[in-house]
């Protein structure tokens, strides 16, 4: 008996809190909180969720990077290097030209393109234009095989590093002309790399945003490569450091 009147006890408890729970707002004589301090709460309550889902987009980012910057080999044994090299340049939305021919194959915005170039089979490429794609270190290997590429712009290409100018010395015979401004992750010491570049004669530099003395950046450039016209827009030519330069003024005033 006494048994019975516990767990009836019980429930008569949780049905009570049941009731204050659903409760609505109105009958409530505290004014529900501002809806900006409900969506705060909401998402500190749900950091982790969204913390997740951070990681899993990064890492979906990153497998699909590798993916498109793989090596074509199964390309090259249908059809050889150069076919699979523009096969390349073309899966990443660029643009290229074939030895003695005056016709550019580009992808479009859709990554869309001509497979007319399929008959150029044993036709190496002579310019490449990989501007604002996602090319990076690994498939710049895709290239390699390229010993007349005279001209290559990777332009605005955020994944372009001092790493990948380390490895541009396989076209240190044949490379004229080179554009790497507007890449975010290219220091002085990966500029450092293009010494090797010996056949080059125009250079852009321009706006890159990890070079803090300009100034003394080109200078060196054009010691290092004398033959080479150094372009370099976007800057302050002054030899002092950014930061330094910005710290001198603050105290002036």
Request: glycine share 6%.
């Amino acid at each position: 008996m006494a048994a019975s009147l516990v767990s009836l006890l019980g429930c008569c408890q949780r049905a009570s809190r049941l009731l204050v729970a659903r409760r609505p707002w109105s009958s409530s004589p505290v004014s529900p909180p501002p809806m900006h301090r409900r969506l705060l709460l909401f998402l500190t309550q749900r950091f982790s969720d969204f913390e997740v889902l951070l990681r899993w987009k990064s890492r979906m980012k990153r497998r699909r990077l590798l993916r498109k910057n793989a090596y074509y080999s199964y390309t090259q044994g249908l059809y050889g290097v150069d076919i699979a090299a523009a096969y390349f340049v073309l899966c990443l939305k660029g643009g290229f030209r074939f030895v003695g021919h005056s016709e550019w194959f580009r992808a479009d915005h859709k990554g869309k393109f001509n497979w007319d170039f399929l008959n150029y089979k044993d036709t190496p490429l002579e310019e490449v234009d990989m501007s604002y794609t996602i090319i990076n270190y690994t498939g710049l290997s895709n290239l390699e095989a390229q010993r007349s590429l005279r001209t290559l712009s990777v332009r605005g290409c955020y994944e372009v590093d001092d790493w990948f100018l380390a490895r541009l010395h396989v076209f240190q015979d044949s490379l004229e002309e080179l554009d790497i401004s507007h890449c975010p992750q290219i220091t002085p010491g990966g500029l450092a790399a293009l010494r090797n570049l010996k056949a080059l004669r125009r250079l852009d530099v321009s706006s890159l945003p990890r070079i803090s003395t300009p100034g003394l950046v080109i200078i060196l450039l054009e010691e290092m490569l004398p033959q080479c016209e150094v372009i370099a827009s976007g800057y302050d030519h002054s030899l002092k450091p950014e930061v330094e330069k910005g710290h001198s003024q603050g105290s002036g005033e």
